[in-house]
């Protein structure tokens, strides 16, 4: 077209480089500090062992525990745990938004009794589920379902409720059926609060699988840890709250590694500019 | 499948929100393949006549008819293009033009429109990567999937600067001559209704209105000033009329 040659050039999507930088190191800094300044602090003499053990002897007791395969086998039924529970409790709750989200009649119906059950600490719902469910499985499972529950319910009944009006009004003007409405602007407009719950709830999850392991468990890492705490055993004590501190933070990156997937689309506009 | 020109007939047409008025008894056609702007003050109706040709908003009185028949019975394509550009920002440009069907047609039909409006190399950008007036392009051009036959234009070009607008009036223009549509602009600018339009609606407060014929030469700046200044001369007439 004559009238569009004069437009202003297309500049090609800037690609993601990748440089070398000091600041891929900056948020290893500290953990590596702690780590080197805790060493030196028990080689030294100055922390005691009964106190705190050293790095070194606690890597020491993992290798043991992971040879006699003691610490492989509560690390799977933790993580076995808690994300049966996450699964369970994450579905309800975006089934539960996306409906309450959807409808009126449903919000109606069900937002308010949900409202009143979240502000209930889950956590003070374990003497209850003892009594109802004894100390098995399905005990630790429902707290960490009920837990993981409400962030991803709260975040998706809110992203639901939030995406722009304007874009649903276009897509009923391009005559789209509500089904089209929902696949192609509803979900991925309410995605990205979808995954801010998601990633909470990922945190809460790990939360309400210590506090029930440590209480109510005959397995598991808060299993592990109490019983250590039992024979005054301090290296596997430190050994279970590194290894829930490295599974938060796997958690973590699992979530942002959503967020990357899915939500691209947010940091290419930005960097071609 | 309707006519490829409908006739537009706002027949009696009123709105009210609660106790507010918007509209009260307005009534003109669309002729088939023309160009009608709306020009008024703020209030005065225009956009929400605008979405009641939509289909958007449902008249609280009187009816929308294409070719004397309802939006349902004549099952004719409108589109429309807003002030904001409401591009899905999750969708690159190419599946924004395509987003309701990724066949092989839709997509050669997606990029056979990108090519008109000039963004043939921008396919697989996403809208945060684009200018305002690139992003109104790739509105217009999703506005024109589907082959419609009716275009209806909110003040698309409001937010856009000076050069970038000019461009974009002839650009429409250019389109809705190609393709006959009839279309239907809504706008504050007097200069631009004068230029890009046959004829011109000012809609005066809830029920009257007066109408200009557009110039003869629309590259002709004289012509078209002489229609700015009478369609504005009436504006100011309904303002002082409504403030008396």
């Known amino acids: ?273 | 499948m309707a006519d490829t020109k409908p006739e537009i007939t706002i027949d009696h047409i009123g709105k009210d929100y609660g106790e507010l008025t918007a509209l009260s008894d307005v009534s003109f056609n669309i002729e088939p393949g023309e160009f009608l702007a709306m020009v008024g003050m703020s209030g005065g109706g225009k956009s929400t006549l605008l979405r009641m040709i939509a289909n958007l908003e449902t008249p609280t009185r009187g009816q929308v008819l294409f070719n004397h028949q309802t939006r349902e019975e004549s099952q004719v394509v409108i589109r429309m293009m807003f002030q904001e550009d409401r591009l899905l920002p999750w969708m690159t440009v190419l599946d924004n033009l395509s987003f309701k069907s990724h066949d092989t047609t839709q997509q050669a039909e997606a990029k056979k429109l990108l090519h008109l409006v000039g963004l043939d190399d921008y396919a697989q950008h996403f809208p945060n990567q684009l200018s305002g007036g690139q992003k109104q392009r790739v509105a217009l051009a999703r506005a024109l999937m589907s082959h419609p036959q009716v275009l209806l234009l909110d003040e698309p070009l409001g937010a856009l600067d000076a050069l970038t607008r000019r461009k974009m009036q002839d650009l429409i223009l250019h389109i809705c001559e190609q393709q006959e549509l009839t279309t239907v602009l809504v706008t504050h600018d007097v200069n631009e209704a004068a230029r890009m339009a046959d004829r011109i609606v000012v809609m005066k407060h809830e029920t009257n209105y007066a109408e200009f014929t557009g110039p003869a030469d629309r590259h002709d700046a004289g012509q078209v000033g002489v229609v700015a200044e009478n369609v504005l001369a009436a504006i100011l007439h309904d303002k002082e009329e409504l403030n008396a």
């Not at chain 1, 500290?30 to 003499?45: A, D, E, F």
């Not at chain 1, 995954?195 to 909470?200: H, K, S």
Request: net charge positive; glycine share 8%; with cysteine.
């Open chain 1, 1 to 273: 077209m004559q009238k569009s040659a004069t437009l202003s050039p297309a500049l090609p999507p800037k690609a993601k480089t990748r440089s070398f930088s000091y600041k891929g190191f900056l948020p290893f800094l500290i953990p590596v500090l702690v780590v080197v300044i805790w060493q030196l602090s028990s080689s030294m003499g100055w922390l005691s062992s009964n106190i705190l053990p050293s790095p070194w002897a606690v890597l020491q007791d993992g290798i043991t525990l992971t040879k006699t395969g003691e610490l492989p086998k509560n690390m799977s039924i933790s993580l076995y745990r808690a994300t049966l529970g996450l699964i369970i409790g994450g579905g309800l709750g975006l089934i539960l938004g996306f409906l309450n989200g959807m409808s009126n009649t449903a919000r109606l119906l069900f937002d308010s009794s949900i409202q009143m059950v979240r502000n209930i600490p889950h956590l003070a719902l374990i003497p209850l589920i003892i009594i109802w469910l004894g100390i098995n499985e399905s005990a630790k499972i429902s707290l960490v379902a009920i837990g993981t529950m409400f962030p991803v319910y709260i975040n998706t009944f809110n992203g639901i409720r939030n995406v722009d009006p304007d874009l649903i009004e276009m897509g009923k003007s391009y005559d789209m059926s509500n089904r089209q409405l929902f696949q192609k602007i509803i979900f991925p407009a309410a995605l990205p609060q979808v995954l801010v719950g998601v990633r909470y709830a990922l945190g809460v999850m790990w939360t309400t699988l210590i506090v029930a392991e440590t209480i109510s468990a005959n397995s598991g890492i808060g299993y592990m840890s109490t019983n250590a705490e039992d024979f005054v055993d301090m290296e596997t004590v430190i050994l279970c709250i590194v290894i829930y501190a490295i599974l938060g933070k796997i958690s973590d990156l699992v979530a942002k590694s959503f967020e990357t997937l899915f939500l691209d689309w947010q940091t290419l506009g930005r960097s071609g500019k």
